[in-house]
């Protein structure tokens, strides 16, 4: 029987559906028909309805075919490589099939043992592929939700990208810039502003540090308490302190959180500064809560410092909620 016409997949044999299989190869499931009409790198069983099915040895083939590809061999020439098991033309690098759990993406980017997403975004990204990486980006945060899919997909693989490779300092520069372009476009789809009205709770102000420049982790943050009906005020990139203060006392936040990347930008003086600014009326005067939030707060804050994004986001909900208590107890006792 012909192996793209067979019925069904061997039972108990693992199989994927082309959209699973495109999202961990980082492809657009059009790309994956292609290769099946045009070169036969095809899957090996079908079901009734004429649905394709891939398995483990289908998605070798495919991640060899990827890897080649990746590295500037034309999808024709790589086809035949594949089918053929022949040696890579000279000059191009031999791409061993790589296995669920470590290696790289598409012979590039070293993983670890990531989520098969993961491989799939770093893939696209390598390729520069923006119109994959776009849709990969959106699946992944619709399906697994903001804090999963940040912490086992997006983070690792930009990790990977920024990654300082001996001897080649300047590595996939462009390949984490192109994706941190990307990821921010995904979260803003994915956590539109609210609506008047429809928020719950005080305001929650984030920030850059003077002098720092790193703005997605905050960008994941603020979408995530979007996502929560949270509001949040948004000041991205190295915001003066001046400036900060200023803004602190014209929304009256409940949370100001204040990113810094390094020690060197870590200013414990202004986050002080900060915590120290009162206001509202006479006898119900408040101040914010302060989060240290990034690396560059180790050691030298005293201020609250959350591990991560589900941390600071259970932080600040934590505090809405506890401003909520006080005011209701406020409005009970004046009336």
Same mark, same amino acid.
């Given at each position: 029987m012909d192996r793209t016409t067979q019925a069904a997949e061997e039972p108990g044999e693992a199989s994927f559906s082309t959209g699973e299989v495109a999202r961990r190869l980082g492809v657009s499931p059009?790309?994956? $028909?292609?290769?099946d009409r045009r070169y036969g790198i095809g899957a090996g069983t079908r079901t009734q309805g004429s649905h394709r099915r891939w398995s483990p040895q289908d998605m070798a083939r495919l991640e060899r075919m990827c890897g080649l590809t990746s590295t500037g061999v034309p999808p024709a020439e790589a086809a035949r490589l594949v089918i053929g098991s022949l040696p890579p033309p000279a000059g191009q690098p031999s791409i061993p099939a790589p296995t669920s759990a470590g290696g790289r993406a598409g012979g590039g980017m070293r993983l670890g043992s990531v989520r098969a997403e993961c491989r799939g975004v770093a893939r696209a990204a390598l390729r520069l592929d923006a119109g994959t990486l776009d849709e990969l980006l959106?699946?992944?945060?619709r399906d697994l939700g903001l804090i999963t899919a940040w912490t086992e997909v997006i983070m690792p693989a930009?990790? #990977? #990208?920024? $990654?300082?490779?001996?001897g080649e300092p300047d590595r996939y520069v462009e390949v984490e810039h192109f994706l941190s372009w990307h990821v921010s476009g995904a979260l803003r789809r994915a956590c539109s502003p609210l609506p008047p009205g429809r928020s719950r709770g005080a305001v929650t102000l984030l920030a850059c540090v003077p002098q720092e420049s790193h703005t997605l982790p905050l960008e994941?943050?603020? #979408?995530s308490l979007t996502e929560r009906a949270l509001p949040v005020r948004m000041f991205g990139a190295a915001l003066p302190a001046e400036n900060l203060l200023g803004a602190v006392e014209r929304t009256g936040p409940v949370v100001v959180g204040l990113w810094a990347q390094s020690r060197a930008t870590a200013? $414990?003086?202004l986050a002080d500064r900060v915590a120290d600014l009162r206001w509202g009326p006479q006898g119900a005067r408040r101040k914010p809560a302060v989060l240290a939030l990034g690396p560059g707060w180790s050691g030298t804050s005293a201020h609250a410092r959350p591990q991560g994004l589900a941390e600071a986001v259970a932080a600040v909900e934590a505090r809405v909620a506890q401003h909520q208590r006080g005011r209701r107890r406020h409005s009970a006792a004046s009336r």
């Open positions: 059009t790309t994956v $028909r292609s290769w959106t699946t992944v945060i930009l990790h #990977a #990208a920024g $990654r300082k490779w001996e994941v943050l603020a #979408a200013d $414990r003086v």
